[in-house]
């Protein structure tokens, strides 16, 4: 089993940033992919980005430019750094983890899932 916790959310301006970071439990971290996933209100849920196991990454055409995945395979977290934030970018942001290994944009290949953490943009 695998267990996520999310942290790092909160309230910012539109252009702040802020960093999300998704702690993991368990011995296969190095092996999965990771991934956040968002869902605002009213909204089905989205892929935000993912790093596989070697360290490739993916990002929704949303957020390229302005977000960042990476991993600390020693700490067992994964992290998403968020910058120039809009108001659009508020939601519940989910970390996700596939030990399978390969990253994808389908939120179905993903077998464990954090509880969230909110994030507000206001304008």
């Known amino acids: 089993q695998v267990q996520l916790v999310e942290s790092g959310g909160g309230l910012v301006q539109a252009g702040g940033s802020l960093r999300l970071s998704c702690a993991a439990s368990?011995?296969?971290?190095?092996?999965?992919?990771m991934a956040w996933f968002r869902q605002a209100p009213g909204k089905e849920r989205e892929f935000v980005a993912a790093i596989n196991w070697s360290g490739r990454t993916d990002y929704a055409d949303s957020v390229k430019g302005r977000f960042t995945i990476s991993r600390d395979n020693a700490k067992n977290t994964v992290y998403l750094q968020m910058n120039s934030l809009k108001p659009e970018d508020s939601a519940v942001y989910y970390c996700a983890a596939n030990p399978k290994g390969w990253s994808t944009q389908w939120g179905y290949e993903y077998d464990y899932w954090g509880q969230g953490t909110q994030v507000t943009v206001s304008s």
């Open positions: 368990g011995r296969t971290f190095s092996t999965s992919a």
